[in-house]
């Protein structure tokens, strides 16, 4: 097991968030478009599985889900061009007839390639009928945090991509301010990545549903909003240099921090899924990370 260090978030060398008084402005820098954005991920996935023995396995898998997501993306690409969003905001334009062409082929990859229990799962959902489906798929999408029950994954697997589309084209809702929930979609973040700017980073947090990021205060809870810094442990672990823990001691959540300016080429949401070792320590530790990870970590 992994021997993990604890420090606190202003320790670290980098910059305080100068915004740190008055709050921040809104600032989405939605992800690069395109198919390359999935290679990169798929790429990445295949190199930290060789890497990390224990990782493998879910890294394999995910492989083939980042796979199965490429296509949807790409599938979509044509379709949603020129979709303006409308009043339900970007989970109400959410085209669940083209998502559920796509189903299953979702469900071959899973019963393929898929932890058992989502196999099962993935057997059961092949008998449902198109409108219990979209039933199913519309239900997930009204609720506000992206809940983790069995039918989650494919739901959550299935609409990303085109969440990601629909982000990318059409970009936040209104002016608002800085908040914990994505300005797109109004998701959980998934991570914190902490991107290079100037001498030291930015800390931007990422959806865990649309992928876009938006900056956040460094010295932050994105779960409770407790701004000090005592409260704010990061920990750390040998052999993983640039992803932390990012914990807080009031409200017991936590996320995970992808440092860019630690390694440049790692890839946020994939780095953040191969580092299972730190969300089983952090979870043994008493914490409750803000928002599981598609694999379920
Ligand atoms: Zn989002
Ligand atoms: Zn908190």
Redesign the pocket.
């Given at each position: 097991m992994v021997e993990i260090r604890r420090s606190n978030s202003g320790s670290d060398g980098l910059i305080y968030d100068r915004w740190a008084a008055e709050g921040l402005p809104c600032v989405p820098t939605s992800p690069s478009p395109g198919r390359k954005v999935w290679t990169k991920r798929i790429d990445r996935a295949a190199e930290l599985a060789e890497r990390n023995p224990w990782a493998r396995e879910v890294l394999a898998f995910h492989v083939r889900i980042l796979e199965f997501q490429r296509n949807v993306f790409e599938a979509s690409q044509s379709k949603l061009g020129a979709t303006t969003r409308d009043q339900a905001g970007l989970r109400g334009s959410i085209n669940l007839d083209e998502a559920i062409r796509s189903f299953p082929e979702l469900l071959a990859v899973v019963r393929k390639s898929g932890p058992s229990k989502l196999a099962e799962e993935a057997s059961r959902l092949l008998h449902l009928s198109g409108p219990q489906l979209h039933d199913m798929l519309a239900a997930w999408l009204a609720k506000s945090d992206l809940p983790d029950d069995g039918t989650s994954f494919f739901a959550r697997a299935l609409l990303q991509p085109q969440a990601e589309q629909l982000a990318q084209t059409a970009g936040p809702r209104g002016q608002q301010v800085v908040g914990n929930k994505c300005p797109y979609c109004q998701s959980n973040p998934q991570l914190a990545v902490i991107r290079p700017e100037g001498d030291g980073g930015k800390r931007l947090l990422l959806c865990s549903f649309c992928q876009s990021e938006w900056e956040f205060r460094r010295i932050l809870?994105?779960?409770?909003?407790?701004e000090h810094n005592d409260?704010?442990p990061r920990y750390s672990a040998e052999g993983i240099a640039a992803v932390r823990v990012e914990?807080?001691?009031?409200?017991?959540?936590y996320l995970k921090s992808v440092d860019m300016t630690v390694d440049g080429l790692a890839v946020p949401v994939v780095d953040e899924i191969a580092t299972a070792p730190l969300d089983l320590w952090a979870v043994e530790h008493g914490y409750r990370k803000i928002q599981l990870n598609l694999m379920g970590f």
């Open positions: 809870c994105p779960s409770c909003g407790e409260n704010l914990a807080c001691d009031v409200c017991k959540h």
